[in-house]
């Protein structure tokens, strides 16, 4: 199993919940900081490009996006 944590005053903090058995040997290893969020620049090309998409299926139901799930996973139509 895998537990996120944070370093706190040079102690590995546990997210909330996690409990390990005392003497318990881990494995500590640091990971990258999540990135920031997209720029807008980033978001208007990301827009454009599934824009480009819009109208491609000529056929196929009428209730497709209602019913999306169903069609592809079957899951019961709303």
Sequence with gaps: MTYRGRVK?????????????EGMDVRVEPVEAEKAAESP???QQ??????SFSGVVKEGPSDLARNHDHYLH???KR
Excluded: M, Y
């Excluded at 590995?12 to 409990?19: I, T």
């Excluded at 990301?46 to 824009?51: A, S």
């Design 74 to 76: 079957g899951t019961p």
């Design 41 to 43: 620049a980033q978001t």
């Design 46 to 51: 990301l827009r454009e490009g599934l824009l």
């Design 9 to 21: 005053n040079g102690v590995v903090v546990l997210e909330a919940g996690v409990r390990l058995q």
